[in-house]
């Protein structure tokens, strides 16, 4: 492996831990949370999945800051916080829409 790809690979590492955390506390602050700062939350995944070139991630957290202000707004997230493990280990954009299309099944 050629020293630049280690440095992206380990640049994704470290976002991708960095996310990891971020899902951890959102879930563990969730009850106690109101709308907007769940949906501040899920758009602060959001660009950060977006400037690793997460594409299932960032669709996922997505829709979940847009849901998370909408009425049933709590089973959303958990619908979404329940995804962000398969969304956030993804490597192909193709993912974004199957991850998504599973959600919008489960929610419906």
Do not use: F, W
Not at 1 to 26: K, T
Not at 44 to 61: D, N, T, V, Y
């Amino acid at each position: 492996m050629a020293a630049s790809d280690s440095l992206a690979s380990d640049s994704l590492r470290a976002a991708r831990s960095m996310i990891c955390e971020r899902i951890a506390e959102l879930e563990a602050r969730m009850p106690r949370l109101a709308p907007i700062a769940i949906s501040k939350k899920m758009d602060a995944i959001r660009c950060m999945a977006a400037e690793h070139g997460l594409a299932a991630l960032e669709g996922l957290a997505d829709y979940a800051a847009h849901h998370a202000l909408m009425p049933g707004h709590r089973q959303a997230t958990r619908a979404c916080l329940e995804h962000m493990g398969e969304a956030l280990v993804s490597n192909t954009p193709r993912d974004r829409e199957t991850i998504l299309a599973a959600l919008a099944v489960r929610l419906h």
